[in-house]
DNA sequence: CACAAGGACGAACGATCGTGCGTAGTACCC
DNA sequence: GGGTACTACGCACGATCGTTCGTCCTTGTG
């Protein structure tokens, strides 16, 4: 319902509307996204909690368009950078522009996405739904990377692509986990170590 | 407070409380330590609200008690059926006792650990110190095992244990989301060769 | 310019949250 | 076996939750 792209939208409403996702995106990384409440919200962005609610119809779609903002987010900070590059190069680029994304405090929980699907992966419904199509996609990235540098020569034809984004994607994950626990390079250091040498092992004879 | 050990406990106050806090770490992998609410986890084991309440002195002495009893479970399916083991044998216990633990829905939202601390990473407090302490506590206990299989010859005495341990965790971890989401083997297997290739090439020459 | 429509507000709602209190019942120690 | 202290309860509190409503203001369109 507040899905509804058909609704017409003034250019005031639409900046709110970002203004409040961003936020909400980056209070769901501290507070959970079950957890960020309308008003806290509210007055964070310096409006009235009716006001932000009206704009998205219920909690709910709340959730849904901050997720979808999230995924924006993510896309201009580990996609897009590696945009350019191709096959092993590429797959290098989106670990380090995943690393990055991390360090520098996108969001100041850690990955958006790490922790809303921890939270949300035993909530049936469409919020949990969208996480988990985005975590089916963003491996696809990673496998669909592998299989470039496989096909121009770089990894080893017999290496499972999806295994080895099960594995790249293992260390990402415990990385961000240990990075926001610790607030210290060394997680991120020791995935760096993780991945490196087992690409370094995948590579072609 | 509530955790002062000095106070004296009946008997009958004693199986509630138990019988409370394994239903409270079972509710906590799937509504979140947070989001466990005094009135529901009241009524699933069939007490008033007040009744809970007075047993823990506040949501935060649940909470905290609640992990206590959740790393209880933990050593009892984890690291006692790895009690008996030693070096590079353990680490295999150990890793496939967590997988059990995992699989068997030992708790209905995975791991404890896994959801508890991704959640209050970013909440400051004694309940957040006594996750993290669990976590290091665990990545101690795979090192040593580590430690161990390189003493008895087993494991390269190049590879740095703590490393190698991050590694096997990793793999876990990420794991026990993939178990959450898709409620199929597929993750577990995946982990599975991770660990096993990368124990293989850890190995002595 | 006028008018339809979206944006933002304050106030209020029912529900639920954690917490405090007074009290009745009961297990355990001397 | 009596008395103390723990167990468990019902009730009520203030706060906060998501949501609804009526109203005023602002924007974009014809």
Known sequence: MSANESR??????????????GEAARLATVEGLGGLSL?????????????????????EGLQLATVDSATS????????????ANGL?????????????????????GCFFASALTELSMQPGPVRDRLVAFLERWLGELAAAVREAQAEGAIDPAED?????????????????????????????????TI??????????
Do not use: C, W
Request: charged share 30%.
């Open 196 to 205: 490196e040498r087992r690409l370094g092992a995948a590579t072609a004879a």
């Open 161 to 193: 692509p999806d295994q080895l984004a099960f594995e790249i994607e293992a260390a990402l994950f415990f990385a961000n986990a240990g990075f926001v626990v610790a607030r210290t390079p060394e997680a991120i250091e020791r995935a760096r170590r």
């Open 39 to 59: 008003a806290r919200l509210a007055d964070t962005v310096g409006m009235s909690k009716s006001g932000v609610f009206e704009l998205f119809g219920s909690k």
């Open 89 to 109: 190069a590429r797959v290098h680029a989106l670990v380090e522009a995943f690393f990055r994304y991390v360090e520098t405090d996108v969001f100041p929980g």
């Open 8 to 21: 017409r939208r003034r250019r005031d409403g639409e900046q709110s509307r970002s203004a409040i996702l």
């Open 73 to 84: 987010v993510f896309e201009e900070h580990v996609l897009e950078p590696a945009a350019n």
